[in-house]
C-alpha cells in the first residue's frame, strides 16, 4: 500500500519571505528532486519536480496552492512593558502642539494555505511527498493549524501542527449514517401530502 492523504485541512500563514528562505534550500523527500515556485498575481503555486525519470512529463505532480495577502506588522513600542499599555501621549490635551509618536508598521506579504485537501494539495501524482514538504512548511508557520489524516505503509495517521509546532492527534472512527436503517426520515413515496 502506498502512503496517502485521505484529509486535509489548512489555515497556515507564514511570511512569504521566510517561505522562500524555506525553499531556497529545503530537505526534501526522496522522491522530488526539486521544487518549482509560480507566482500568478495573488497566488502562488509549489510544484514538485520528481526525482524518477519514469513520470511523463505530461503528468501533473502534485503542488501546494497558498494566497499571497499583505499584512501590516507593527512594531512594539519600546517604552511599553508588559501589561502596560503603548504610550498615547497622556490623554487629550486640547491646543497642545505636541504630536502623538506613531508606532513603526511595515507591510508584510503572507502566504496563507487556507482550505481543504483540493484546495490546498492538488494533484495525485507524488502527492504524499508534497505533503511531507507541507509539513515542513507548517513547522515554520507563525499561525495557523494542519490537520490531515494520512495512510503510511499500513497505518493511518493522524497529524495536527498548531503554531509551528506538533500537537497530539488521535482519530476517531464512527458508524456511515447511510448503514442506519431506523426509517427516521421522510418517505417521499407514500406521502399523503404529495400527489
Given amino acids: 500500500m502506498t502512503s496517502r492523504v485521505y484529509r486535509l485541512h489548512s489555515t497556515l500563514e507564514l511570511p512569504l519571505e521566510d517561505l522562500y528562505d524555506y525553499l531556497d534550500d529545503p530537505e526534501l523527500p526522496a522522491d522530488i528532486e526539486d521544487v518549482d515556485i509560480t ?23 502534485a503542488q501546494l496552492k497558498a494566497s499571497v495577502t499583505e499584512n501590516r506588522v507593527y512594531e512594539e513600542d519600546p517604552d511599553a512593558g508588559p501589561g502596560k499599555p503603548p504610550r498615547t501621549g497622556g490623554g487629550p490635551q486640547w491646543g497642545a502642539l505636541e504630536e502623538e509618536e506613531e508606532i513603526e508598521s511595515e507591510l508584510v506579504e503572507y502566504a496563507c494555505f487556507k482550505g481543504d485537501r483540493e484546495t490546498v494539495l492538488q494533484n495525485t501524482a507524488l502527492q504524499y511527498p508534497m505533503f511531507e514538504v507541507l509539513c515542513e512548511i507548517a513547522l515554520r508557520a507563525e499561525k495557523g493549524t494542519l490537520t490531515a489524516v494520512a495512510t503510511t505503509e499500513d497505518d493511518l495517521e493522524a497529524i495536527r501542527i498548531e503554531d509551528g509546532e506538533r500537537s497530539p492527534a488521535s482519530i476517531t472512527v464512527t458508524e456511515d449514517p447511510t448503514e442506519d436503517d431506523s426509517g427516521g426520515g421522510v418517505n417521499w413515496r407514500d406521502n399523503e401530502f404529495i400527489s
Fill in 39 to 61: 507566482r500568478r498575481n495573488n497566488t502562488l503555486i509549489i510544484s514538485a519536480v520528481p526525482a524518477d525519470d519514469s513520470l511523463s512529463k505530461y503528468t501533473p505532480t
